[in-house]
Each structure stands twice: as structure tokens, then as C-alpha cells.
């Protein structure tokens, strides 16, 4: 098992923020799936303000990679993403096109 933490901002809006954690309070089922098939074990989101952490455990089988290409082919996901990019934003770090952005791990204990 791997561990990778990730950060994104939400447009700093409180009825935006508000939807956006009403839709993940059940998220679709094809996006279940899309994200177990991917060899992710758990993944939790947390929230301060208008950031986003996000912790994923992963298997062995799991890569960015295979998970970017297996969204990309599924419409449901996508039409997911499109969704809740009305609620997120980029945060001023993030490459051009860039969501979620991996964050360096700096101590463990």
C-alpha cells in the first residue's frame, strides 16, 4: 500500500462549498467504482476554509497514469468532473490544466 496526499481550493464561495460537500455526502456510484477499480483501497477529503486535502490509499497496481486514462474514456466520470469543477478552482501552484496537485511528504513519523 501507497499513500498520497493531494490539495485543490474551492472557489471561495459558502453556497458553493455547501453543494459541494452535499454531492459528496453520497457520490455516484459509477464513480465509486471508477476510483475502487483504479486500486484505490481508501480515500478521504478533508476541508479548511475553501482548500481540499485529499488522502488516497493505494495498491500496488495503482498509477496516475491508468486512472487519468480510464476517466477519460468513462462519460459518467467525466460528466462528474465537469461537475465539480463548477465548484473548484486551481490553487496557485497547479500547472496549466492541473486539479488536484500531489503534495511533497516532509515528515513522517
Not at 490509499?57 to 474514456?73: C, G, P, W
Not at 467525466?78 to 501552484?93: D, G, H, S, V, Y
Request: charged share 30%; glycine share 2%; no cysteine.
Amino acid at each position: 500500500m501507497k499513500t498520497y496526499a493531494l490539495t485543490l481550493d474551492l472557489k471561495d464561495d459558502e453556497q458553493l462549498i455547501a453543494q459541494y460537500e452535499r454531492h459528496h455526502l453520497e457520490i455516484w456510484p459509477e464513480v465509486k467504482k471508477s476510483i475502487q477499480d483504479a486500486g484505490i483501497k481508501d480515500m478521504q477529503i478533508y476541508r479548511v476554509g475553501n482548500r481540499l486535502f485529499m488522502l488516497m490509499e493505494v495498491d500496488d497496481n495503482f498509477s496516475f497514469e491508468k486512472k487519468a486514462a480510464a476517466d477519460a474514456a468513462n462519460p459518467i466520470v467525466q460528466e462528474w468532473e465537469a461537475l465539480m469543477w463548477t465548484f473548484q478552482q486551481p490553487i496557485p501552484q497547479a500547472k496549466e490544466g492541473e486539479k488536484w496537485v500531489l503534495m511533497k511528504e516532509i515528515f513522517k513519523l
